[in-house]
Nanobody, 132 residues
Framework: QVQLVESGGGLVQTGGSLRLSCAVS????????MGWFRQAPGKEREFVAA????????RYADSVKGRFTISRDNAKNTVYLQMNSLKPEDTAVYIC?????????????????????????WGQGTQVTVSS
């Protein structure tokens, strides 16, 4: 069973930064496409960013483009989300997810990576709160 464990969330002021980490168990991390989603109270789960298995394809939601950076370290089975210039509207539970599909060996489309139904494994999430 693949397990995903997020860390790095917390309380930060507007304009501040946080780096989230997601550690993935198992030996096949290198084959997974990885994504970050977020969910605020009373709202639907929202796509944030995604990275292909090789790290060569990156996708971002328009709301975070230029402020957030997704990366991965295949030697450490970990995916990261560097979040800069944080805003109160970024407040949410941030959840990482893994996609087993071989489409991640190539350059999956934005529509594919932003669709939470394409992900096979999910973490429990880490809370990010941005105060105004």
């Amino acid at each position: 069973q693949v397990q995903l464990v997020e860390s790095g969330g917390g309380l930060v002021q507007t304009g501040g930064s946080l780096r989230l980490s997601c550690a993935v168990s198992g030996r096949t991390f290198i084959t997974y496409g990885m994504g970050w989603f977020r969910q605020a109270p009373g709202k639907e789960r929202e796509f944030v960013a995604a990275i292909s298995s090789s790290g060569g394809s990156l996708r971002y939601a328009d709301s975070v483009k230029g402020r957030f950076t997704i990366s991965r370290d295949n030697a450490k089975n970990t995916v990261y989300l560097q979040m800069n210039s944080l805003k109160p509207e970024d407040t949410a539970v941030y959840i990482c997810a893994a996609d087993r599909s071989p489409v991640n060996y190539y350059t999956p489309s934005y529509a594919y990576t932003a669709n939470y139904a394409n992900y096979d494994y999910w973490g429990q999430g880490t809370q990010v709160t941005v105060s105004s």
